[in-house]
Structures are given as structure tokens and as C-alpha cells.
């Protein structure tokens, strides 16, 4: 019986062996991790701003004007207003003339606010170059004599901060140092910077009648010295001259080498070969820059002109309608820049408005 149950022992310890053998491997004990949460199931990943499939960019249909034929138009037209307009329009012109138009057109370059006074004042011209837009005071001075004055945006023009091609210290600037070098407060070029020239910063502004003028001191001077402040600054300043001829200002920044002077870019591009302009908070004024929103001293250009206007004088009707459908084809020929596709549609459209 003994040796019985000794086989049957031995035979038990076989067989547990053998499903021993058929069992899977046990896992060997992990060490312990530090507490993670439960593993959530794998999602396929969400879209996300970065990620979403990029829809193609649709450009906004442009708006189109009825077909103008320069020269079945007749009758004379007055243009008058801001320097910095003039070779825009002037540009313009010269296409209409070209495309056939055997009529007088005189354009006066006087500056913004003196066009405003001709065409809201006196009533003497047909249509008002602008470098900013209308002011209250002008619109209230256009309805006294029966006027209504409506914008067309031409373009986008970047004020150029100009100096003599020598000046190796004032290659860029901030908005506030350009604010303290047409500042009353400041003489010489080593008051705004120590490492600059102890000389006398000799100063050359549009005048104040222009729309640039205008726009630097409210984009430079008020944005530094604070609103009411700027105007006052810059014309009791040391050692600056006003004119309202770009060119004027052009030769006095390239006659001396301690000038610096400002006005529209296209002036800049005309005579870059002899002056130097200063980036602004390290961005230089370029089509991308300006563009792109970049450059911080870029502003609307305009024109303008009035509905009864343009119906009592059908070549104003026209000259403007071929302005509109024809300025980005030379805009950057004269140094300027393209106003966005929405900004001219919506100019186009006031000029659908004024014809109805």
C-alpha cells in the first residue's frame, strides 16, 4: 500500500508539472511607478486652429465701374489739395489724356487742408487730393455752399523719416526719438542720443496746411508729448523750415549732413539715390511692411469730390470713374501703395451712389 501511494504521489507531481508547462509565462512584478490616471482609449486627434485642413483663400470680387471713353468726354476739371496726392493724380491724368480726353485738367498742389478751403470754401475745384481724411469743420464749411462731400480711397502712402546719406547714428529711430529731434525742447542731435553728434539738428517739415503734416503730428509728435500737445512742439522748434514743396524739403535734408526731414514715400523712392531713410522701431518702409501692417507710419490717401458735382459735369463723373478703375496700375510706379481690395470696392461703390 505504502509503495502505491508513493507512485500515485510521484504521478500527481508529473502532471502538475506538465499544466505548469502549459500555462502562460506570469508577469514579473513591474517596480512601483509613481500614480498615473487611467490611460484613456486612443482617439483619433481632433482638429485644431493649427491643424484644421486650410481653406483656400477666396478674394473678394472686385467691384466694376461702367466702361469710360476718355474721349468722347469733353469740358474742363480743377483738381486742388495735398502735395502728397498730386503725383498720384497726376500719374492719372496722364492715362486719360493718353486713352484720349482732349479736355483742360489743372491740378494745384497747395497742400490738404488749402484744397479743403477751395473746394469747401471758395467752391473753385471739381475734386480735393487728400492725404487724410475730411475734418468736421471741412464738411460743415462744404454743406454752407451746398456741398457734400464724398472719399474715394486711391491708396496707402508711408511717411518717409529722411536723412543725409552720411548720417551713420540716426539709421533707426523710434517713433519717440523721432518726436524729440522736431521737439522745441531739443537743440542738438547728442540731447535725444549721447552717442550722437554734438551738432545742431537742422529740420525740414511739410507745412501746416498739409495732410502730412497733419498726420505726422497726430501718428508722432501727439502720440509722444500727448493729444494738443505735438503741434505746439514742432512749430516753436529751433532750426526748422516749412514748405509745402516736398522738393524744397528734399534739397534742404541733401545739403546738410545734420538735417532730417520727412514727407510721403514717394518722394523718397523719386530721390533715394540721394538720401537715406531711417527704419522705425526697426522696420523700414517697403510695400510688404506697409502692406502687412508692419511699418508704423502708413496712412490713407483719398480724394474727393460731390454728387451734384459730378452730375452737372459729366467728365468729373468720369475722370473719377477712370481713377478708380485704373489707379493700381501705376500707384506703385509713383511710390505708393494699393488700398486693400474692400477699401477701393467700397470708394466705387460711393461712386455708384453718387450717380444714382
Request: proline fraction near 8%; charged fraction near 20%.
Amino acid at each position: 500500500m505504502r509503495h502505491l501511494g508513493l507512485k500515485s504521489f510521484f504521478i500527481l507531481v508529473v502532471l502538475s508539472m506538465i499544466l505548469a508547462a502549459c500555462q502562460p509565462a506570469a508577469t514579473p512584478t513591474a517596480a512601483p511607478q509613481p500614480t498615473q490616471p487611467p490611460a484613456e482609449p486612443t482617439k483619433a486627434p481632433q482638429p485644431t486652429e493649427a491643424t484644421k485642413p486650410t481653406e483656400p483663400m477666396v478674394e473678394q470680387p472686385k467691384i466694376q465701374l461702367p466702361d469710360v471713353d476718355p474721349a468722347s468726354v469733353s469740358g474742363d476739371i480743377y483738381i486742388a489739395g495735398s502735395s502728397t496726392v498730386y503725383p498720384l493724380t497726376e500719374k492719372v491724368v496722364e492715362l486719360f489724356k493718353a486713352d484720349g480726353f482732349t479736355g483742360n485738367i489743372k491740378i494745384d498742389s497747395i497742400g490738404t487742408g488749402a484744397g479743403f478751403e477751395r473746394f469747401c470754401k471758395t467752391g473753385e475745384s471739381d475734386i480735393s487730393n487728400a492725404s487724410r481724411p475730411i475734418k468736421d469743420s471741412e464738411v460743415e464749411a462744404c454743406k454752407a455752399i451746398g456741398r457734400n462731400p464724398i472719399g474715394f480711397r486711391v491708396g496707402t502712402d508711408a511717411l518717409a523719416v529722411v536723412i543725409h546719406p552720411d548720417n551713420d547714428w540716426a539709421t533707426n529711430l523710434t517713433v519717440e526719438e523721432v518726436a524729440k529731434l522736431f521737439s522745441k525742447d531739443i537743440t542738438n542731435w547728442n540731447e535725444v542720443n549721447p552717442a550722437w553728434p554734438n551738432q545742431p539738428i537742422k529740420r525740414y517739415s511739410p507745412g501746416t496746411d498739409s495732410g502730412t503734416f497733419d498726420y505726422f503730428v497726430e501718428a508722432v509728435m501727439d502720440a509722444t508729448f500727448g493729444k494738443g500737445n505735438g503741434k505746439e512742439a514742432i512749430l516753436k522748434a529751433a532750426n526748422i523750415q516749412f514748405s509745402e514743396d516736398d522738393n524744397v524739403l528734399v534739397q534742404g535734408v541733401v545739403g546738410d549732413r545734420y538735417a532730417i526731414g520727412y514727407f510721403g514715400f514717394a518722394y523718397y523712392e523719386e530721390n533715394k539715390d540721394r538720401l537715406k531713410d531711417a527704419s522705425i522701431n526697426g522696420i523700414a518702409p517697403t510695400f510688404d511692411t506697409v502692406e502687412g501692417g508692419q511699418y508704423p507710419l502708413a496712412r490713407p490717401l483719398f480724394i474727393y469730390s460731390d454728387a451734384s458735382i459730378m452730375k452737372a459735369k459729366p467728365q468729373v463723373a468720369a475722370f473719377i470713374n477712370f481713377y478708380l478703375m485704373n489707379v493700381n496700375e501705376v500707384i506703385e510706379e509713383v511710390g505708393y501703395f494699393p488700398a486693400s481690395t474692400a477699401a477701393l470696392n467700397q470708394a466705387k461703390q460711393n461712386w455708384l451712389d453718387a450717380m444714382k
